[in-house]
């Protein structure tokens, strides 16, 4: 696999970069002096945050639950209980990170 390389202007370069790092492509700051800053629809995005923080309070609760359930933290192969954890761990930073990006556009 042969690497390719590109020209790309800063916003572009933030953009990949971001999108490729983390699993939430919009969690990339968009700027005043950016020109992507003119296409975001601000209450669209709220609105789409809102339904991923949802989606991710749901994975929270449902990780918590697994974890306080002493049938499976008692039969399960620790290697198990122990993926589920750090499962309950990235959860909760992910929706820690959406609840952050949706506090910055509400007060965009």
Not at 7 to 15: S, T
Not at 79 to 107: D, T, Y
């Amino acid at each position: 696999m042969s690497k390719v390389s590109r020209a790309m202007d800063g916003n572009e370069a933030a953009a990949y970069a971001s999108y490729a790092f983390t699993e939430v492509a919009a969690i990339y700051p968009i700027t005043p002096s950016s020109p992507m800053a003119e296409l975001v629809d601000l209450k669209e995005e709220q609105a789409r945050m809102e339904k991923e923080i949802a989606k991710l309070e749901k994975e929270v609760q449902r990780s918590e639950k697994k974890l306080g359930n002493e049938k499976f933290i008692n039969n399960a192969p620790e290697a198990v209980v122990a993926e589920e954890r750090a499962k309950a761990v990235e959860w909760k930073q992910k929706l820690e990170a959406a609840q952050a990006r949706l506090a910055s556009l509400q007060n965009a």
